[in-house]
């Protein structure tokens, strides 16, 4: 991990339940790498867990409900313009789109444990004009056991906790495969409805 990773996860630790939340809306570092971080401060003894837990929680769901806005907004000529800015790749939102396209709304559960389209997900939903609240409702929902999965095991880790991705995978590879199988059954279900209706 670099020097400057290393540097801005010991100036979010100085704010406590604040850095969590601001290192996850920034999104400079990836989510599980900050939550890792988050779970060795708390077996330092630093924070607790369910303070961390929420601060996860509201910095996880504050990050995509910007990235949701971007998309309602501004839609995609808008993050074609400034998207590299805030670390968006358009082949990420093309992908998202097609998903979003195909299984609906209940991707946006099942797609945040996926790779690629976790974050770029909350963005075709903007530009689709989902519910906020069911935009929200989703997100939240997915947030709070990621949050908690990366927090035990940074808990676990210790000052061990740089290599949280590879201890985490075990553990996100059974979840991939369940999100992968919720958005085959979703659509199986809409799809069924479709023909009876």
């Known amino acids: 991990m670099s020097d400057f990773i290393y540097s801005i996860l010991e100036f979010l630790a100085q704010l406590g339940y604040l ?20 779970g ?4 330092l003894g630093h924070i607790n867990f369910f303070g961390a837990i929420l601060a996860g929680t509201i910095g996880g769901t504050i990050a995509q409900l910007f990235l949701y806005w971007a998309g309602y907004y501004g839609g ?10 805030v670390f968006i790749k358009m082949k ?3 992908v998202a789109e097609q998903w979003f396209q195909k299984y609906g709304a209940g991707v946006i559960f099942s797609a945040r444990f996926i790779p690629v389209v976790r974050h770029a997900i909350s963005i075709p939903a903007g530009i689709a004009k989902m519910s906020p609240v069911r935009f929200t409702t989703y997100t939240v929902a997915a947030i709070v056991p990621w949050t908690i999965l990366f927090l035990y095991l940074g808990t676990v880790l210790g000052k061990n906790w740089s290599h949280i ?25 809409k799809r069924t409805k479709k023909t009876t209706n």
């Open 19 to 38: 850095g969590i939340a601001l290192g996850l809306m920034i999104e400079i570092i990836p989510s599980e790498i900050v939550l890792g971080y988050g």
């Open 40 to 43: 060795y401060m708390i077996s």
């Open 76 to 85: 995609r000529p808008f993050l074609e313009k400034y998207g590299k800015y």
């Open 92 to 94: 990420h939102i093309d």
């Open 165 to 189: 991705k590879e201890y985490a995978e075990p553990y996100v590879m059974p979840i991939i495969i369940a999100a992968i199988v919720l958005i085959a059954i979703y659509f199986l279900i």
